[in-house]
Nanobody, 126 residues
Framework: QVHLVESGGGSVQAGGSLRLSCAAS????????VAWFRQAPGKEREGVAL???????SYSDSVKGRFTISKDGADNTLYLDMNALKPEDTAMYFC????????????????????WGQGTQVTVSS
């Protein structure tokens, strides 16, 4: 079992930056794919960024060039650095993990992830 806890959300103006963190505990050695998703009110959960078992990073087109996903293996922490934030980035952000290998296509398949955090809210005002 893996337990995920996100932090770092908040309210910022457009153009600002935030860093989200996701602390993992439990059977973290089983995690092969880790990712960030987001969900805005009335919308489906959307994949944002992912690191797979080969440390290959993938991003959705909507955040490419503005967001950076990274992880610290020693601390079992996943990060999402968000720059040049836009009002349309407003959403609840979730980290997710799974023990099965995969690639960028998993950004479109949130149901494939077994472990989820509780989410952290990001609000970007214009």
């Amino acid at each position: 079992q893996v337990h995920l806890v996100e932090s770092g959300g908040g309210s910022v103006q457009a153009g600002g930056s935030l860093r989200l963190s996701c602390a993992a505990s439990g059977n973290t050695d089983s995690m092969t794919v880790v990712a960030w998703f987001r969900q805005a009110p009335g919308k489906e959960r959307e994949g944002v960024a992912l690191i797979n078992e080969d440390d290959i990073k993938s991003y959705s087109d909507s955040v490419k060039g503005r967001f950076t996903i990274s992880k610290d293996g020693a601390d079992n922490t996943l990060y999402l650095d968000m720059n040049a934030l836009k009002p349309e980035d407003t959403a609840m952000y979730f980290c997710a993990a799974d023990s099965r290998p995969g690639g960028a296509y998993l950004l479109y398949l949130p149901d494939q992830f077994n472990y989820w955090g509780q989410g952290t809210q990001v609000t970007v005002s214009s």
